[in-house]
C-alpha cells in the first residue's frame, strides 16, 4: 500500500558525536511547551522524546483533532532508564522498597499510553518492537491499520533513549549481566514521527511503501521481495543501508542485486542510522531537507529479517 506523508517530526542530538550526558537529547527536549504538568510528571525519558517529536509532526500536518488519529510507536528498548531503575532496586533491595511509578512505565508501550491519554486519542494504539528494524516495523503496522480500514490515517512514532550511566548503576547494584550486555549496545538516542493517510495532503512531502520481511539474504531474494512491493530500482534510486552488523555483507548483496541500475549505494552511520529508530528517523531527516525528489530506498537488515521504506514523489 502506498502511504502519503502529511507531516514529519524529529527530536535528537548528538548525531555525529559520541553519545554522553551532554549530547543527550532527553536532557533538553522541551517537554513543557506541549504536555501538561500533571501529565509530564509521569513521563519517563522515552516518553518525553516521542511526545515532543510527535506533537511536531501533527504541528507539520496541521492536525487539530487527533481523537480518530491511530498512533503506532515502534521503540526496542522502551522505557530502558525506567526499566534500569527497575533492575537495580530490585537487586538492591530484593524488591521490598520498590516505587509503584515503575511498573506500568517500563513496559514498552508507556510512551504511546501517555501521549494518547494527553491527546486525547481514542483510535487504536499499537506499540511495535523489532529491534533495529522498529522504526521500520511501526509504520508497516500503520500501514496495515489503513489498508484495512481500521484507520484513515495514522501517527507514526519511533525511538529509544539512552543513558551513558545505565552499565555503571546497573553493575553498582549486583546486575553485572545487565551492565555488561548494555555497555556493548552503543547507540545514539532520538525519537522521530510522521503522519501518514492513503491520499495526498495539502503539504505534500512525498509518499513511500514499507515492508519487513523474513529472509536469507540474497541477491536473488532482496530483488523478489522489491518486485513482490512493486519497488521500480533507476538510475534516480539512491539506496541506504542500515545494518546490526555485517554492514559489508548487505552492502555486497545489494550492490549485487541492483548496483548496475539505481544511482547510489551508501551505508548510514555511525549516528542515527544506528540507532534503533534509525529507519523512520532516516527517513524524517531526508525530509527535513526537502520534499522528495529522488526515488530513495532505505534498507535495514537485523537476523534474517529485512525491511526497506521506499519514498517517491
Partial sequence: MRLYIHGIGFVGRGVDAPFTRETAAAEAVPIADVAKPGLRRRFGPLAKLTYVAARKAL?????????????????ALGEATVSVDLISQIHATRGRTLSPKLVPNSVHNAPAGHFTIGEGVRSPSVTVSQGWLSGEASLAAAADLIASGIAQSALVIAGDQADPDWSGRLASAGAN???????????????????????????????????????????????????????????????????????????????????????????????????????????????????????????????????????TE
Fill in 59 to 75: 504541528a507539520d500536518a496541521a492536525v487539530a483533532d487527533t481523537a480518530s488519529l491511530a498512533v503506532v510507536t515502534g521503540t
Fill in 177 to 311: 549481566t545487565w551492565a555488561k550486555a548494555l555497555a556493548k549496545a552503543g547507540f545514539q538516542e532520538c525519537a522521530a514521527a510522521v503522519v501518514v493517510g492513503p491520499k495526498p495532503a495539502g503539504r505534500r512531502l512525498g509518499s513511500l511503501k514499507v515492508a519487513v520481511e523474513r529472509m536469507h539474504l540474497s541477491p536473488e531474494a532482496l530483488l523478489q521481495i522489491l518486485e513482490k512491493h512493486g519497488v521500480r530500482l533507476d538510475a534516480q534510486t539512491d539506496v541506504r543501508l542500515r545494518c546490526g552488523a555485517g554492514a559489508d555483507v548487505l552492502k555486497d548483496t545489494v550492490a549485487s542485486a541492483c548496483g548496475n541500475i539505481v544511482g547510489s549505494i551508501r551505508v548510514d552511520g555511525p549516528g542515527l542510522g544506528t540507532a534503533q529508530g534509525g529507519g523512520l528517523s532516516n527517513l524524517v531527516l531526508a525530509l527535513r531537507e526537502g520534499p522528495a525528489v529522488n526515488n530513495t530506498l532505505f534498507i535495514g537488515f537485523e537476523l534474517n529479517d529485512l525491511a526497506f521504506i521506499y519514498l
